[in-house]
C-alpha cells in the first residue's frame, strides 16, 4: 500500500535509546543517517559527546555507518571530520539516487541496510521508496523553524498508524 511508504519500521525517541545489539539482532549491517535533528540540531557543527560515543559502539558492533544529508557539503565535511565515515551531502532525499549511489559505495544489500532519519516526508519515504528499512527518531529540535514545524503536523497521522501496528509492550 501506498501508506506504507510514509510508516518507519521502528520508531524511538532518539538515537541513544537505540542498544547497539539491536542492529545484528534485526539483521542490519548498514546504516545510513541522517544527521541534521537526527544526530545534531542544525545549529551544533558537529555530534556532541554521547552521540559520538554511540556512533563508536554501534560500529564497533559490525555495523557499517555512512551519513546522507539533503544539507550542502561544507555541513556534512565538517560534521563527518570527528568520524570519517563515507558521506553523502545534497542527496535530494525523498529522491532515491543518491542513496542508492551510497548504498553501492558501502557495499550494502538492501535487506541489511536501514535509513534513520526525523522525517516522514524526506527520509522515512526516502528509506522506503529504494527499498532499505526506515528508523525514525524525533526531531531534536525545530524551535525557529516553522516549515518543519508544519511537517511534523502532517506526519502525526503516519506516526498513529506505527502505535496502531507496534503496540508499545
Ligand atoms: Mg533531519
Given at each position: 500500500?501506498?501508506?506504507?511508504?510514509?510508516?518507519?519500521?521502528y520508531?524511538?525517541?532518539?538515537?541513544?535509546?537505540?542498544?547497539?545489539?539491536?542492529?545484528?539482532?534485526?539483521?542490519?549491517?548498514?546504516?545510513?543517517s541522517?544527521?541534521?535533528?537526527?544526530?545534531?540540531?542544525?545549529?551544533?557543527p558537529i555530534?556532541?559527546?554521547?552521540?559520538?560515543?554511540?556512533?563508536?559502539?554501534?560500529?564497533?558492533?559490525?555495523?557499517?555507518?555512512a551519513?546522507?544529508?539533503?544539507?550542502?557539503?561544507?555541513?556534512?565535511?565538517?560534521?563527518?571530520?570527528?568520524?570519517?565515515?563515507?558521506?553523502?551531502?545534497?542527496?535530494?532525499?525523498?529522491?532515491?539516487?543518491k542513496?542508492?549511489?551510497?548504498?553501492?559505495?558501502?557495499?550494502?544489500?538492501?535487506?541489511?541496510?536501514?535509513?534513520?532519519?526525523?522525517?516522514?516526508?524526506?527520509?522515512?519515504?526516502?528509506?522506503?521508496?529504494?527499498?532499505?528499512r526506515?528508523?525514525?527518531v524525533?526531531?531534536?529540535?525545530?524551535?525557529?523553524?516553522?516549515?518543519?514545524?508544519?511537517?511534523?503536523?502532517?506526519?502525526?497521522?503516519?506516526?498513529?498508524?506505527y502505535?496502531?501496528?507496534?503496540?508499545?509492550?
Amino acid at each position: 500500500m501506498l501508506k506504507d511508504k510514509f510508516i518507519p519500521d521502528y520508531m524511538f525517541d532518539n538515537v541513544l535509546r537505540i542498544k547497539p545489539e539491536f542492529f545484528a539482532d534485526n539483521g542490519i549491517r548498514f546504516i545510513v543517517s541522517d544527521i541534521d535533528n537526527t544526530l545534531t540540531t542544525y545549529d551544533e557543527p558537529i555530534a556532541c559527546e554521547e552521540i559520538r560515543d554511540w556512533l563508536d559502539r554501534v560500529e564497533a558492533s559490525g555495523v557499517r555507518i555512512a551519513f546522507i544529508s539533503n544539507n550542502n557539503e561544507d555541513r556534512v565535511y565538517m560534521f563527518n571530520s570527528v568520524h570519517g565515515y563515507l558521506t553523502q551531502s545534497r542527496a535530494g532525499k525523498p529522491g532515491t539516487r543518491k542513496l542508492k549511489k551510497l548504498l553501492k559505495r558501502m557495499g550494502a544489500e538492501r535487506s541489511a541496510a536501514c535509513m534513520i532519519g526525523d522525517q516522514i516526508f524526506t527520509d522515512v519515504l526516502c528509506a522506503h521508496r529504494a527499498g532499505i528499512r526506515a528508523l525514525m527518531v524525533r526531531s531534536m529540535d525545530v524551535t525557529g523553524r516553522p516549515f518543519l514545524k508544519f511537517k511534523k503536523y502532517f506526519e502525526h497521522y503516519f506516526i498513529e498508524e506505527y502505535y496502531a501496528r507496534n503496540p508499545v509492550r
